[in-house]
């Protein structure tokens, strides 16, 4: 199955999803024409790479296939160079002019020239011949797709990034971390709503999945939340973040964010990292409520006091007067 489309639109860059597994790629090339000149049909071309890792064994020759399509009405001539790719964290790419060092000459790209006619695609056929000697590890081909543009009224040329991912089997050095940022322990947010993300880094020497399961409950929650996030490749060195987040609509609660996140350690055994956040969640405006509540409360209770002290007052004087009345009644006797 082919992996997402990739479109370029603008001049400026493209930001995309280059495989299944949450990488990116950005591609910032621009041809510079005539200011007053429209925009070319550059901005109809579409790639498509494969969603996963291709299987690759040093010594041999990894075989996959890129769609490249025409989505306007007129013929489009494209041409297809492979360049190497900057890794960059949060999933994103760039490539960079030249081929990558480790694959020079290695690379077979079939046909690199085409012609594709109004509403069409076709298939590219790419091929690597691996060294002997390389690494188990994935390792990240980029292919730069240019259309041929020869008229004075095109303003800029759109060239799109295709991005395919060889893995090589094989014994390797996985490590993971994470942690909060943005969510420290008994983190009080003085709104209805508090926000943080999960930094995942890879410490190990090569390339490292992962998926990351995020569960938060608490009150006033009736239940417990669940989120999955999908598996990510995530390069050595690199980080991933993973937004968080809590909202009450009360205005106040609090809530525990548990989350875990699981990695390939080898090809038969996972790794597990487990993180635990307590959140309260405080709007300002209970500042007003709390005391202005504990004031009416005491005002109420004052106020109760008087009553009763008022009453009391008024039934002892009533029963001074009758004692004073009594006395003065006359008794005769005989």
């Known amino acids: 199955m082919l992996g997402p489309m990739w479109t370029r639109r603008h001049a400026k860059g493209l ?6 597994l949450g990488l990116a790629l950005t591609v910032l090339v621009s041809t510079p024409s005539p200011a007053q000149a429209a925009p070319g049909p550059s901005a109809d071309l579409f790639v498509t790479s494969p969603p996963d ?6 010594g041999t020759v990894a075989s996959t296939t890129l769609t490249v399509g025409n989505l306007g009405h007129d013929p489009l001539d494209v041409n297809i160079i492979t360049e190497s790719v900057q890794l960059l964290d949060n999933g994103h790419t760039r490539l960079v002019a030249g081929p990558d060092p480790r694959f020079v000459g290695r690379v077979s790209i079939v046909p690199n020239h085409l012609t594709l006619a109004g509403r069409s695609e076709r298939q590219v056929q ?3 011949n691996l060294p002997k000697g390389l690494k188990p590890d994935d390792y990240f081909l980029g292919f730069l797709i240019s259309p041929v543009i020869n008229s004075p009224s095109v303003a800029v040329v759109n060239d799109i990034g295709g991005l395919v991912v060889l893995s090589v089997p094989g014994p390797r050095d996985r490590k993971l971390t994470a942690k909060y940022i943005g969510l420290p322990w008994l983190h009080i947010s003085l709104s209805t709503s508090a926000s943080g993300i999960i930094r995942a880094t890879s410490v190990g020497t090569s390339t490292v999945q992962f998926s990351t399961t995020i569960e938060t409950n608490g009150w006033p929650s009736p239940k417990s939340s669940y989120r999955t996030v999908p598996a990510h490749l995530l390069p050595p060195g690199l980080t991933r973040d993973i937004p968080v987040s809590v909202s009450s609509w009360l205005g106040l609660g609090w809530y525990t964010i548990h989350t875990t996140l699981v990695y390939d350690r080898t090809d038969q055994s996972t790794g597990e990292v487990a993180l635990s956040r307590t959140v309260i969640v405080l709007n300002p405006f209970w500042f007003l409520v709390v005391p202005a509540v504990i004031l009416f409360w005491m005002w109420r209770r004052r106020r109760s006091r008087r009553t009763r002290s008022r009453g009391r007052h008024r039934a002892g004087h009533s029963r001074s007067a ?7 009644v006359r008794i005769s006797v005989g």
């Open 15 to 20: 930001l995309g999803s280059a495989t299944g």
């Open 53 to 58: 890792p291709i299987p690759a064994t040093p």
């Open 126 to 128: 790419v091929s690597v």
């Open 322 to 328: 009758n004692v004073k009345d009594q006395s003065r």
